[in-house]
C-alpha cells in the first residue's frame, strides 16, 4: 500500500492531499530516510511524521487491504511508539 493512503486510512494524516504535501515537504519519513508518497509500506516499517510543533514516531503493525477501514479499527493499525512537541526556534 501507499505511505499516503496509509496515512490517510489510518488516520494519522485527515486527508490523502495533505499527505502527499507532507511527503513533498520531506516531513514524513519510513525507516529513518525521507520518504515521497508513492512508497510502499511494509508491516514493521517505523513512520515518523514531523508536524509544525509535534514529532510522532510510529510502527506499522498491519496494512489494510482494502481502501477503507472503520474507525475503531484504524488505530489497530500502527503502535505510538513516541509522540513529542518539538520547540521551535
Wanted: proline residues 2%; contains cysteine; charged residues 30%.
Amino acid at each position: 500500500m501507499r505511505l499516503d493512503m496509509f496515512l490517510k486510512i489510518s488516520r494519522l494524516i485527515p486527508r490523502r492531499a495533505l499527505a502527499q504535501e507532507f511527503c513533498d515537504a520531506g516531513l514524513i519519513q519510513v525507516n529513518g530516510l525521507t520518504a515521497k508518497s508513492g512508497k510502499e509500506i511494509n508491516v514493521g516499517d517505523k513512520v515518523t511524521i514531523n508536524r509544525r510543533n509535534r514529532k510522532t514516531k510510529v510502527q506499522i503493525v498491519s496494512v489494510p487491504d482494502g481502501k477503507q477501514v472503520s474507525k475503531q479499527s484504524a488505530g489497530d493499525l500502527f503502535t505510538v511508539l513516541s509522540d513529542e512537541s518539538v520547540e521551535s526556534a
